[in-house]
Structures are given as structure tokens and as C-alpha cells.
């Protein structure tokens, strides 16, 4: 890549630029234009806070709200400057390290609305892998919807993903994510599975899902050109999105967190943006004493969760 943000130097650009480059393909700049803009603005960034700051260059030391917000607040200028800037770097924070974009920056609303895909569009994002007649592309199509689609994973998650990752059992399939939003091992939606009917044989070892013949900049480049345009190509943020309200509206948050990524704050977009209003069927519940406690996935003695119908575990108040 022979591009290099203004202002900086070709040795300070040389020992960003790798990490700047994954950071803005995760979050899936839509044209030349905005991933320029992003990459400046990020390796702007990443600079100040590596050599002012001493932080390591790691997406949760780097991108959190406190840190960000010094940086903006450190620019000079307009305010319309600094809401651009504050802007991009956010949109690439939530990316990467789930980080809620806020107006300022600091409390307020989320500034980006959730658009869940809806039964139609998951028909038409269907019937678009089918027709992706290049080999390497079709695979990446299938591979994106399987696990962005059933599993919630992020554009940089996909990308770093090996055969050994993808974990098969007699329940079904779970994808491994060693990087990211954070180590956690996903059960893949059955609704989505069929996506990688033709390729699981094929995933091996420590050898990469997508592109893996490819290197450096030319991996995520390669599969950026998969999901470019509108609908029906498919939108990796939105399945994303998708995904965790379903698994939010369904599951207890303990359950949610471990399969999510991104810690508690990455979550209060989508909580926000879903209503609950009837707490009918659970208002014997809410009026009684607080049994033994209760978790999903545990051993000990099972039973059924009245809401979810998993499986859960109880303890005895002594622990035995």
C-alpha cells in the first residue's frame, strides 16, 4: 500500500500502519474516500497515544473512552473539526473494541441506529451467496454469513479465524475466537450452518479461513471487495447487530456477555434499542423470595429455564 497520512513520517507511518489498516477494515469503510479519512485520522491517533501516552499498541489499551476524548479535546480548532474526528474514531473504536459511540463523545445517545435485518433481507442476502460465481469469493461469502450471521463475529474476527477454530460435535458447530472482542468460544445458529456445507472439510489446522494464500494488506483488502456495495451484499455490522438482539431478547446476560465480546458498555446500544413492556409472566417470580442461585451452563443438579428452555444449574446455599 503505497498510501501514507500526511503529516507523518514514513518511520513512525511503517511502525503503525499494519495496525491502523486492520483496525479500519474492521469496522468495513464503504469507499476509497472514508478509509482514507479513517486511516489518517486513526494513525493520528494511535501516534499520540503510543508515544505521549506510552500505551501498547492493543486494541482494548488504545481504543476506550477516556483516552479518545483526551486526544480529541487535545486538537485545536473548530468544534466541527473535533465532531469529525471524534466521529471516525468511535466508528472504528465500536469495531474493534465495542466501544458505544456517544454525541460528545461522553454520555448522550448513541449516535448510529441499530437496523436488524429483516426475514425478507435475510432471504435476499441468500439468494446473493448463491450467485458469487468466483471460487475464493463464494467461499469468503459463506464463511462471512455462517459466523458474522450465526455467531456475531466482527470483520476482524472473520479474518483471523483458522480451521482449528471451527469446533464440530454431535450438538452442532462452534467457531473459537482467540482475538478481537475478546477469547470466547460461539455455538454457530443451526439456520445459519448450511453455509458451510461445501467447505468444512476443507478448514484445516492452523491454516486461515479466508484467503490464506494471500498476505498482509492483501487479505483484507481481498475480502473487503466480497461485501462491497449495498444490499444484497451483505452488511457485516448488521449481521452482527442481528445476531446479538436476538441473543439478548433470549438469553440471561451472563449468557449474553460470555458470547458477545465487548464487555457490558458494548451492549447498551442494543438494550436500548429493543422494549420490553409485558412483565406479566414474570411478576410471581419477581414477588418471590430469591432461590438458590441459579446459571445457565453449569454442572450440578439440572433443570429447565421457564423463559429459554436451557438448561440450568443450581447450587445448594452451601455449595454442595
Same mark, same amino acid.
Given at each position: 500500500?503505497?498510501?501514507?497520512?500526511?503529516?507523518?513520517?514514513?518511520?513512525?507511518?511503517?511502525?503503525?500502519?499494519?495496525?491502523?489498516?486492520?483496525?479500519?477494515?474492521?469496522?468495513?469503510?464503504?469507499?476509497?474516500?472514508?478509509?482514507?479519512?479513517?486511516?489518517?485520522?486513526?494513525?493520528?491517533?494511535?501516534?499520540?497515544?503510543?508515544?505521549?501516552?506510552?500505551?501498547?499498541?492493543?486494541?482494548?489499551?488504545?481504543?476506550?473512552?477516556?483516552?479518545?476524548?483526551?486526544?480529541?479535546?487535545?486538537?485545536?480548532?473548530?468544534?466541527?473539526?473535533?465532531?469529525?474526528?471524534?466521529?471516525?474514531?468511535?466508528?472504528?473504536?465500536?469495531?474493534?473494541?465495542?466501544?458505544?459511540?456517544?454525541?460528545?463523545?461522553?454520555?448522550?445517545? !448513541?449516535?448510529?441506529?441499530?437496523?436488524?435485518?429483516?426475514?425478507?433481507?435475510?432471504?435476499?442476502? &441468500?439468494?446473493?451467496?448463491?450467485?458469487?460465481?468466483?471460487?475464493?469469493?463464494?467461499?469468503?461469502?459463506?464463511?462471512?454469513?455462517?459466523?458474522?450471521?450465526?455467531?456475531?463475529?466482527?470483520?476482524?474476527?472473520?479474518?483471523? /479465524?483458522?480451521?482449528?477454530?471451527?469446533?464440530?460435535?454431535?450438538?452442532?458447530?462452534?467457531?473459537?475466537?482467540?482475538?478481537?472482542?475478546?477469547?470466547?468460544?460461539?455455538?454457530?445458529?443451526?439456520?445459519?450452518?448450511?453455509?458451510?456445507? &461445501?467447505?468444512?472439510?476443507?478448514?484445516?489446522?492452523? &491454516?486461515? /479461513?479466508?484467503?490464506?494464500?494471500?498476505?498482509?494488506?492483501?487479505?483484507?483488502?481481498?475480502?473487503?471487495?466480497?461485501?462491497?456495495?449495498?444490499?444484497?451484499?451483505?452488511?457485516?455490522?448488521?449481521?452482527?447487530?442481528?445476531?446479538?438482539?436476538?441473543?439478548?431478547?433470549?438469553? !440471561?446476560?451472563?449468557?449474553?456477555?460470555?458470547?458477545?465480546?465487548?464487555?457490558?458498555?458494548?451492549?447498551?446500544?442494543?438494550?436500548?434499542?429493543?422494549?420490553?413492556?409485558?412483565?406479566?409472566?414474570? &411478576?410471581?417470580?419477581?414477588?418471590?423470595?430469591?432461590?438458590?442461585?441459579?446459571?445457565?451452563?453449569?454442572?450440578?443438579?439440572?433443570?429447565?429455564?421457564?423463559?429459554?428452555?436451557?438448561?440450568?444449574?443450581?447450587?445448594? !446455599?452451601?455449595?454442595?
Amino acid at each position: 500500500m503505497r498510501y501514507r497520512p500526511v503529516h507523518v513520517t514514513p518511520a513512525d507511518w511503517m511502525a503503525v500502519r499494519q495496525f491502523v489498516i486492520d483496525a479500519v477494515v474492521s469496522y468495513g469503510p464503504t469507499d476509497a474516500r472514508i478509509a482514507i479519512e479513517l486511516v489518517g485520522t486513526v494513525t493520528q491517533y494511535v501516534l499520540w497515544a503510543t508515544n505521549e501516552q506510552h500505551a501498547p499498541l492493543d486494541n482494548d489499551d488504545l481504543f476506550y473512552p477516556s483516552m479518545m476524548n483526551r486526544f480529541i479535546r487535545s486538537w485545536s480548532g473548530a468544534e466541527s473539526t473535533r465532531a469529525s474526528l471524534r466521529s471516525r474514531l468511535y466508528r472504528v473504536a465500536n469495531a474493534v473494541a465495542g466501544v458505544e459511540r456517544h454525541r460528545g463523545g461522553v454520555g448522550g445517545r !448513541p449516535t448510529v441506529e441499530l437496523f436488524p435485518y429483516s426475514r425478507r433481507e435475510l432471504a435476499e442476502l &441468500e439468494s446473493w451467496a448463491r450467485t458469487v460465481r468466483n471460487v475464493q469469493k463464494q467461499r469468503a461469502a459463506h464463511v462471512a454469513l455462517a459466523f458474522a450471521g450465526g455467531a456475531g463475529l466482527t470483520t476482524g474476527e472473520l479474518l483471523n /479465524l483458522r480451521g482449528a477454530d471451527v469446533l464440530q460435535s454431535a450438538d452442532g458447530i462452534s467457531v473459537r475466537v482467540v482475538n478481537g472482542l475478546g477469547r470466547r468460544t460461539v455455538p454457530v445458529r443451526a439456520d445459519w450452518v448450511h453455509y458451510l456445507d &461445501e467447505y468444512l472439510h476443507t478448514f484445516s489446522g492452523n &491454516e486461515l /479461513l479466508l484467503y490464506p494464500t494471500n498476505t498482509g494488506k492483501g487479505r483484507p483488502s481481498a475480502f473487503t471487495t466480497v461485501y462491497a456495495g449495498g444490499h444484497p451484499a451483505p452488511n457485516l455490522q448488521r449481521l452482527r447487530d442481528s445476531w446479538l438482539m436476538e441473543v439478548i431478547s433470549r438469553f !440471561p446476560l451472563a449468557v449474553v456477555l460470555a458470547v458477545s465480546g465487548g464487555g457490558l458498555s458494548s451492549l447498551k446500544r442494543y438494550v436500548d434499542a429493543m422494549s420490553f413492556d409485558d412483565i406479566s409472566e414474570y &411478576e410471581a417470580a419477581l414477588r418471590t423470595t430469591s432461590q438458590p442461585k441459579a446459571t445457565c451452563g453449569t454442572r450440578r443438579s439440572r433443570r429447565t429455564c421457564p423463559r429459554n428452555g436451557c438448561p440450568l444449574a443450581t447450587r445448594s !446455599p452451601t455449595g454442595k
